[in-house]
């Protein structure tokens, strides 16, 4: 009943050829096939962020994007930051900061926030602010979010993506 | 992993307090990041959605489409022979009846005879994918006999033609009413030199977590019963799980996994909990059930929709004389907390100002709305704004400055407030001097410009229901298990859920603590009622002082053991030793010790087994009349707030530019981690005063979405200035009371004061909307103009 098409793309610098189904979501890929549990589901209707990845470098909501359309590209997730087991400068702030409580939205902030600093490395506070303006939390405030974002800014390790 | 993330004790960890202000302690009082913080950052963190299990099934739940309806018929035969399908429910199989609160239980896995709210669930289906479970819903055949619908609870208290409940009062759909009356509040109004009433209204709101409830339940062949929930509460779960499916609780394991947000959203246990469980135990095989967001919203239990009615008296001096309080809830389909509930939004007034006289008359209605329950502040929020634009309007009736005011009526320390609630530590007065202090408040006050506003608020809140939900069997509200192994680690078991706010932190800061060792030497054991003891749940502010309490307990038993062991092998007595650096030596000669590794060695020679124990039941309190129990708590939180607003008068809209929050919550274990819940606490309580409203249209939820559901973004966060005031509370483990609930209280009623600061009008209709300001203005131009409300005669000195 259901066709198959073919997909081809990189995951976290590493390529992958697959066959999915037409409608397969980007979000359900990763979690269900992939297993790369790191991006959460939090709506389905990209209203919360949680599901945020970078396609080429480009925050994206992956709840919202068929996976087929993504052919050819590469997309990072939580689990693509960093390398050789070590934390990013952000991941580091959002540690000693205080900006993860639950931690359920902080993949999708930090995707966004890696982005942001890559092609804006010294950001203001208005700056980072509207740039995670797409992203909800509910335990933080976004007070210590904002802090670490300002703090990774300042330390001024860019972001290392695959 | 980096070396920082898994030390959060390290040497990278940020620490601002200095060594005096923490007491002499080397980890409490420290801004110490969350130690499951470096698995947060990496996507590590295991919730139960990313949890798989070997052949798991789909299930799926089917909503009602009538807000209140006799069920005649659901067809189902067409679903289970769909290729595919496992299994399917409906309400007869279990039908069980089960609720948070052990006198309430009216709400069952799945729906039975009746359907109460649009959304509540009529069926569950387990399937090999989703696809062929929306088949089998388009399968299932829901014949409905339409029945009288009820969205006011107000029309509820009068004689109704179906009851929602068999169970509600008389012919209404009362679920709760609570009258009490202390002191003589007609007297006091009769003789009161000044007095003044206040009707607030309140929209219903949600909790918003950002992970949708997720569950998944094994049957195993061995029969056992195996369930992973988002809970704030496993062990209310395992005896509802235990008490519906018939199944002893030691064939029931329950386990929590990292749960994303809960804000009270979590701790009842839930009928998609029982229906997985149900359809696991019917195939036999794992079941995950993930609601989608619009369920969240459907299966709700967030703050109730509340009318309420304050009036407050004083004498010529200013000194509060009497208060009289009617509160009008809207339950929802179900009672959930709602005894709870209806008792908090009366007795949660009583505090922080001296209040000799108190009346209160409060109705909890069930409606056909999805079921209100327990959100954050539970019980305290919706009052407290009331109250505390009541104080401000009296202030100005007495021509007194507000803050001025409240100084004079505070309670004081180590005193009783007239319906017996027994307060010790009190903070009070300086929350309110600190937040004077910082804001500037005196040249601040009435002073701005026209559309620019200042206000103050003060706050309490329980640090633990001293009462438990259940009381047999007589179980300590929360013990603690700890277990060190021949390679020196400990590890601590216990129930206590840690849903974001820090309690595995604070474990392993307390045990770590008092045996003198290094943090990442504990393991905090996740909760598994396999393993854990019983902690009665993360709710009602209660973890910090009862697990806190039981986690020091259980390590000064431990220090006990390894003292013996120090002590024989140094020579010396086991009560000279002291415990630092992970090491055992003896007091004032650190020279003469053995490292924790030997002395734990050496006890395990004796014993095989190194295990110790603690636990934490508060002492009876309260007086002993009907509800007495309800507010009871063995520590308080105090409060104050300022708030710094300005209106756009074009527009309506509200920027809240600053809150001065100045809390007590005793000694502070971790001020990183009591910031991060003042600070969430303002943006939760701001999306109540501001834009956040379940919106019904007659029995209809109209904006069940994150998108018209509007939690606010992080450009309207204000400035925060954390102000940790507390000094030891007497009881709390090393000083510590709540912080988690208190904190968002305050800041609602001081945004409300710091508009009618700003424009001279009093807004009682929550949320303020820009549009409800807009018009207000429009109206008051009409009217000749809004404008700033007068300079208090009172000088502000105090």
């Known amino acids: 009943m259901t066709r198959s098409v073919s997909l081809r793309l990189r995951v976290n610098g590493v390529p992958l050829e697959r066959s999915i189904p037409p409608n397969r979501i980007l979000l359900d890929l990763l979690r269900e096939d992939l297993n790369l549990t790191g991006t959460k589901r939090g709506c389905d209707l990209g209203t919360c962020g949680c599901c945020t990845v970078l396609l080429d470098g480009v925050p994206t909501l992956s709840c919202l994007t068929l996976a087929k359309l993504v052919e050819g590209t590469e997309v990072t997730t939580v689990e693509g930051l960093g390398e050789h087991g070590e934390l990013t400068a952000l991941q580091r702030a959002f540690v000693e900061r205080g900006a993860t409580q639950c931690g359920f939205c902080t993949p999708g902030f930090l995707m966004t926030a890696t982005a942001l600093l890559r092609d804006h490395p010294t950001v203001s506070r208005k700056e980072i602010q509207e740039a995670l303006s797409g992203n909800l939390c509910r335990c933080t405030g976004y007070v210590k979010i904002i802090e670490a974002v300002e703090a990774a800014s300042r330390s001024g390790a860019s972001p290392s993506l695959p | ?798």
Not at chain 2, 204 to 217: I, M, Q, R, S, Y
Not at chain 2, 440 to 468: D, H, K, M, T
Not at chain 2, 707 to 723: F, G, H, N, S, T
Request: with cysteine; hydrophobic share 40%.
């Open chain 2, 1 to 798: 992993m980096a070396k920082s993330a898994s030390e959060p004790g390290g040497p990278t960890a940020e620490v601002r307090s200095n060594p005096a202000s923490t007491g002499g302690y080397r980890l409490i009082g420290r801004r110490l990041p969350l130690v499951d913080a470096a698995l947060k950052v990496t996507g590590r963190a295991e919730y139960t959605d990313d949890l798989k299990r070997p052949g798991l099934l789909v299930g799926r739940l089917l909503k009602s489409t009538q807000a209140h309806a006799r069920i005649v018929e659901v067809e189902v035969s067409a679903a289970r022979a769909l290729p595919g399908v496992a299994a399917v429910l409906t309400g007869e199989r279990f039908p069980t009846p089960f609720g948070v609160l052990p006198m309430t239980h009216d709400e069952t896995a799945l729906a039975v005879e009746k359907v109460r709210h649009y959304g509540e669930w009529v069926a569950a289906v387990a399937a090999q994918d989703e696809e062929t479970c929306e088949e089998a819903f388009r399968r299932i055949r829901v014949r409905y006999e339409p029945l009288p619908v009820y969205d006011d609870p107000e029309a509820g208290q009068r004689p109704v033609a179906e009851k929602i409940h068999a169970r509600a009062l008389r012919d209404t759909n009362i679920q709760k009413e609570v009258f009490q009356h202390f002191g003589d509040v007609p007297r006091a109004f009769r003789e009161a030199y000044a007095e003044v009433k206040v009707q607030g209204r309140f929209a219903g709101v949600n909790h918003g977590f950002t992970e949708p409830h997720c569950v998944l339940a094994e049957a195993t062949p061995d029969g056992r019963l195996t369930v992973w929930s988002a809970t704030q509460v496993p062990h209310y779960l395992h005896r509802a799980l235990s008490e519906v499916l018939g199944l002893p609780l030691h064939r029931i394991r329950v386990i929590k996994p990292e749960v994303g947000g809960g804000f009270g959203g979590k701790s009842d246990p839930f009928p998609h909990e029982i229906a997985c469980a149900a359809l696991a135990l019917e195939t036999g095989r794992a079941v995950k059930l993930l609601l989608d967001r619009e369920d969240v919203f459907y299966v709700n239990h967030g703050r109730h929709p509340t009318r309420n009615t304050v009036r407050l008296a004083a004498n010529e001096a200013g000194e509060f004389t009497a208060l009289d309080v009617e509160a009008l809830l809207d339950g929802g389909a179900f009672s959930s907390f709602g005894v709870v509930t209806t008792y908090y939004n009366g007795v949660l007034a009583l505090g922080p100002y001296r209040l000799p006289a108190f009346r209160y008359h409060g109705v909890r209605a069930y409606t056909n709305h999805p079921p209100s329950g327990a959100m954050r502040a539970h019980g305290g929020t919706n009052i407290r704004y009331s109250l505390e634009m009541a104080v401000d309007a009296l202030a100005e009736r007495l021509g007194r400055d507000p803050l001025a005011l409240r100084l004079q009526n505070l309670l004081s320390a180590n005193t009783q407030t007239v319906n017996e609630f027994r307060i010790t530590s009190n903070g009070a007065r300086d929350c309110l001097t600190a937040v004077r202090e910082r804001s500037r408040w005196r040249e601040r006050f009435r002073q701005l410009p026209f559309g620019e506003g200042i206000g103050v608020a003060c706050g309490f809140y329980i640090s633990g229901s001293n009462s438990p939900i259940h009381f047999t069997p007589r179980f300590p509200q929360c013990t603690v298990h700890l277990k060190v192994d021949m390679d020196g680690g400990v590890t601590i078991h216990c129930g206590a859920a840690d849903i974001g706010q820090g309690s595995k932190t604070l474990l392993a800061q307390v045990v770590a603590e008092v045996l003198g060792i290094r943090m990442d030497r504990t393991r905090v054991a996740a909760v598994d009622s396999d393993t854990a003891p019983v902690d009665l749940g993360s709710y009602s502010s209660r973890v910090t002082f009862m697990m806190g309490n039981a986690a020091k307990r259980a390590a000064e038993e431990l220090r006990e053991i390894l003292s013996r062991s120090a002590g024989e092998i140094l020579g010396h007595p086991p009560e000279e030793m002291s415990f630092e650096d992970e090491r055992i030596h003896r007091e004032g000669s650190p020279e003469v010790g053995v490292d924790f590794l030997t002395a734990v060695h050496r006890a395990m020679e004796h014993r095989g087994a190194l295990v110790a124990s603690g636990s934490y039941e508060s002492q009876p309190m309260g007086g002993t009349f009907k509800g007495a129990k309800a507010g009871t708590a063995p520590a308080y939180s105090f409060s104050a707030y300022v708030s710094h607003v300005k209106v756009d008068l074009e527009t309506g809209f509200v920027d809240v530019k600053k809150v001065w929050a100045a809390f007590d919550c005793g000694r502070a274990l971790n001020p990183l981690a009591v910031e991060g819940q003042i600070e969430g606490s303002i943006h939760m309580g701001l999306g109540q005063l501001l834009s956040e409203s379940m919106d019904y249209r007659g029995a209809r939820l109209m904006n069940p979405s994150l998108l018209e559901y509007k939690i606010l973004a992080p450009q309207q966060m204000p400035e925060v200035e954390c102000l940790l005031v507390g000094g030891e509370d007497p009881e709390g483990p090393f000083g510590a009371k709540e912080a988690g609930e208190g904190p968002l209280i305050p800041v609602l009623p001081s945004v409300g004061a710091a508009i009618h600061d700003a424009l001279g009008i009093r807004f009682l209709d929550l949320p303020i909307t820009p549009e409800k300001i807009f018009r207000a203005l429009e109206r008051s131009r009409r009217d000749g103009g809004a404008k700033k409300p007068p300079l208090p005669r009172e000088t502000t000195e105090s």
